[in-house]
């Protein structure tokens, strides 16, 4: 059972910025957000995480509103091999649990 | 970021035989591995929780008899899938959670298809 919602399909241009939102309404005080994301046919891709501050690295930026009650993944500048399941997961820091939902389907196109 | 290899990539059996995947830690010691069952355009599902040394951990409704996890060291865990039906084939992933940064880290997959 998933504590997140995030839409099941969305398409960006390539070369343009891929936002992914993803609603974590029951999120705890001591909650992480995760990112992955899995490439057909191989192991998730872990891509960033972050507690209640917004988060950047080489991959993507994370903004998470300020009641924390969801958050976006930003790829700047989609490319192709950006295609993939991209899944969102709250999980506490040192918490064995990593459940994943649904994720979004996300299609870069040409 | 740390790796997790996983042995072998892709395997074909045939009904009625058993499987073994193993799933190794690289470069560190994982005393908690995670299997994962994942089935065509469908999400991950998390089967089960092997901690190095005891017993592993089931999640409700997978079978213990028959999927048999073995963590008998703090880097490979393996999956042995018993008596395996075409209704087993599916893609099996681990995952290993690095004790010092509780971060996890997956392997590539194994894909198993039974005959």
């Known amino acids: 059972d998933a504590k997140t919602t995030q839409p099941p399909s969305m398409d960006c241009a390539e070369g343009r910025a891929a936002n992914l939102p993803c609603n974590h309404s029951t999120i705890s005080g001591n909650e992480y957000v995760y990112w992955y994301r899995q490439i057909h046919s191989q192991g998730p891709q872990y891509i960033i995480h972050?507690?209640?501050n917004n988060e950047t690295n080489e991959m993507a930026s994370l903004i998470i509103t300020e009641d924390r009650k969801s958050s976006t993944l930003i790829l700047p500048h989609a490319t192709l091999r950006d295609t993939a399941v991209y899944y969102c997961i709250v999980r506490w820091y040192n918490n064995n649990d990593m459940r994943f939902g649904a994720g979004t389907r996300l299609t870069v196109k040409p | 970021g740390a790796v997790v290899s996983q042995h072998p990539s892709w395997v074909i059996c045939k009904s009625g035989t058993s499987v073994k995947i193993e799933c190794r830690s690289l470069d560190f010691q994982a005393t908690t591995m995670f299997w994962y069952r994942q089935f065509p355009k469908q999400s991950l599902m998390l089967m089960a929780t092997?901690?190095?040394?005891?017993?592993?951990?089931?999640e409700q409704g997978v079978e213990k008899d028959k999927f048999l996890i073995n963590h008998a060291s703090l880097t490979l865990s393996t999956l042995t899938v018993t008596s395996a039906h075409p209704e087993d084939s599916s893609f099996y992933i681990c995952s290993a959670r690095d004790p010092n940064s509780y971060e996890q880290y997956f392997g590539p997959g194994t894909r198993l298809t039974v005959t």
């Open positions: 972050g507690l209640k």
């Open positions: 092997s901690n190095e040394g005891s017993k592993a951990t089931y």
